[in-house]
Every structure is written in structure tokens, then in C-alpha cells.
């Protein structure tokens, strides 16, 4: 983990245990924290689970998890069907003038726009409301715990699709100010899809941001050693790194250890054992971080500080 950077993400297939990784995290730079650190954990996971991994109630609120030596650990489970009625509500006219002035309303991408139905808008709610709640706070690290890996590429291809819309709605615009200005013979005035347009712009750009920067994000993937998560990681990576992602941790999760003289647990770790050895293959480049299957759930602030140690503290932190 670079300690530069101020956000770190962590996603991965479903069930891998990026909540856990995230919390962990958390926890860890809380205890590794100057004095008046203020660190958030915040999920844009539709299906939120912040409060099970804690053992804290969290929900749409900015919560106060744990201070140590004046430092502070706040966590936030965004609702995003919440915050798309929201902005629905707040921008219900524009969308429907949008609706109105163009010709070229059979394109998908706009349909789902008016409809609020755009696959991943749910998580880029999170994000613009993250970047919100960045701007008034004064963290020191945010870690964001992320949804499952099929949902996340989509919000991924969002900002592309977001491009697009507002390019397409810009022709639109201009057609509508050319008109204008054709026959009131005046000069159009910026009107209020204009401005819709160009805020939208401006959030998809922070948003971005958010994710992109190399300076100030790092992006770590959780896996487990088996078939499927190795392989769904693979093309997940890919899709990071085409995207501009800065992927710099790999967490292999649930690695299963020896126990004296149990049969089961050998079977186990030598079935691990080959994607073990592909994982390390594969990811090469990344910074390996082996976390072991555990007796029990990861779950409540000691265990997560457990598995924080396990992850971060070998590390030049
Ligand atoms: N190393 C481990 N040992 C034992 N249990 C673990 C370990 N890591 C995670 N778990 C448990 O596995 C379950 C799933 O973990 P977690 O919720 O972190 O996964 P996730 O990737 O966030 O899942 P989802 O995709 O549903 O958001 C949890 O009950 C967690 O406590
Ligand atoms: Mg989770």
C-alpha cells in the first residue's frame, strides 16, 4: 500500500471478502494514525455491509466508529436508490426539457438517463456523494469498500457512457441555440440544460478523478486461491488497467494453513496450493498480501484489527 495515497479502493469478485479487507484497513491506519487523523470508511456497495463486518451500526449517516489518541474512524453506507431520487427530483425539469428538445431520443443511453436506469448510476451516486462529503471533510484517508466486481466494472464504463450522453445532448444544444439564434436573431443565453450539462461534467470529472489518480488513489483487489475468483481477478485486472486504474495490492484471501494431523486441512491447502501458484504467475507486478482462512468470521473491531495487522504490517507503511 503506498502511504501516499489518500483513498483506497478495494474490489474484487462477490464474497471474496472486500468489506473485510476495507474494514481492516480501516482499522489499521486508525491504530497507525497521527494525532487528529480522521479517516473514513465508505461504502459504495449498493448492498451495504459495513455494519455486519464492524459489528457498528452504520447506515446513511456519517457514524463515529472508534477515536484513538485524538484520532477518528468515521464510517458512511450511502443509500443510493435515495440519492437517485434525489436527483430526480432536483432535476426532474431539465430532464424532461431534454427529453422534449431532441430528435434523437431512441438513443439507449439517454432513454436509461431519463429513466435513471443506467446500470452502475446507483454506485456513481455514491461516488458523487462521496466526493461531496470529501470536499467538507477533512480526511486524512478515505478506504472504500466497493461492490462486487460485475456491478463495479459497470459503474467503471459509467463516466464513458456519461461522455457520451453529454456530447450527444451538447449537439442537441446546439441545434437548439443555432435555432435560436437564427430566427429571434439574438444571442441565445446559457439556459438551464446548458448548466445541467455542464455540472453533470464537472462531478463525472471529480468522479473520475476519484478513481484515476495516480497520486492520490490505490486500487486493491481481493482474491481468493480458487478456479473462479483467480479467473474472474484476472479479467477484472484487465479491465482496471484499461481503464487507467492504479492497481497496486493483490489481497489472496482465505489461505488455508496446516493443522497438525488433519486430513481435511491438508486435502485443502493442497487444492490451493496450484492457484496459488498461478495467482503469483498472473499478478505478478502487484504486491502480495496472503491472508489466512480464519476459524471463524471476520467480523467486530478486534478481528478486523487481526486481519489489518496480517495485511499492512510487514509492509514499509
Ligand atoms: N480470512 C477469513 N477467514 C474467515 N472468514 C473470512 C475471512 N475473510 C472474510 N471472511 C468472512 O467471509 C464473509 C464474506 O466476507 P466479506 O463480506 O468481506 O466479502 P465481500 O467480498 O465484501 O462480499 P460481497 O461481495 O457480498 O460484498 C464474511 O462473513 C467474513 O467475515
Ligand atoms: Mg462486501
Not at 46 to 74: I, M, Q, T, Y
Not at 272 to 292: N, S
Request: contains cysteine; negative net charge; hydrophobic residues 40%.
Amino acid at each position: 500500500m503506498r502511504v501516499n495515497a489518500r483513498y483506497l479502493f478495494f474490489g474484487g469478485k462477490g464474497g471474496v471478502g472486500k468489506t473485510t479487507a476495507a474494514s481492516a484497513t480501516a482499522l489499521f491506519l486508525l491504530h497507525n494514525s497521527k494525532r487528529n487523523d480522521s479517516i473514513l470508511l465508505f461504502s459504495t456497495d449498493p448492498a451495504h455491509s459495513l455494519s455486519d463486518s464492524l459489528d457498528v451500526k452504520v447506515g446513511n449517516r456519517l457514524v463515529e466508529v472508534k477515536h484513538l489518541r485524538g484520532a477518528k474512524l468515521f464510517a458512511y453506507e450511502m443509500d443510493a436508490s435515495l440519492a437517485l431520487e434525489r436527483f430526480r427530483a432536483a432535476h426532474g425539469e431539465v430532464l424532461a426539457e431534454i427529453a422534449e428538445r431532441g430528435t434523437l431520443l431512441d438513443e439507449e443511453d439517454i432513454n436509461e438517463l431519463l429513466n435513471l436506469s443506467l446500470p452502475g448510476l446507483d454506485e456513481v451516486m455514491s461516488l458523487f456523494e462521496l466526493s461531496e462529503v470529501d470536499r467538507e471533510g477533512k480526511y486524512t484517508r478515505i478506504v472504500v469498500d466497493t461492490a462486487p466486481s460485475g456491478h463495479t466494472s459497470r459503474l467503471l464504463r459509467l463516466p464513458e457512457v456519461f461522455e457520451r450522453i453529454v456530447r450527444t445532448l451538447d449537439l442537441m444544444g446546439e441545434k437548439h441555440r443555432y435555432m435560436i439564434e437564427q430566427f429571434a436573431r439574438r444571442k441565445a443565453p446559457l439556459d438551464k440544460v446548458e448548466l445541467f450539462l455542464r455540472d453533470l461534467n464537472g462531478r463525472i470529472a471529480s468522479v473520475r478523478k476519484l478513481l484515476y489518480d495516480a497520486e492520490q488513489t490505490s486500487f486493491s483487489l481481493v482474491t481468493i486461491p480458487e478456479a473462479m475468483s483467480v479467473r474472474e481477478t484476472e479479467r477484472y485486472l484487465e479491465l482496471l488497467k484499461e481503464q487507467g486504474v492504479p492497481v497496486r495490492d493483490l489481497i489472496v484471501n482465505r489461505v488455508e494453513q496446516e493443522h497438525d494431523a488433519c486430513e481435511y486441512c491438508h486435502a485443502r491447502v493442497l487444492g490451493q496450493k496450484k492457484w496459488l501458484k498461478e495467482i503469483a504467475r498472473a499478478f505478478r507486478g502487484l504486491e502480495m498480501h496472503h491472508v489466512p482462512l480464519m476459524a471463524q468470521e471476520v467480523r467486530g473491531l478486534e478481528a478486523l484489527k487481526e486481519v489489518g495487522d496480517i495485511l499492512w504490517k510487514t509492509n514499509s507503511h
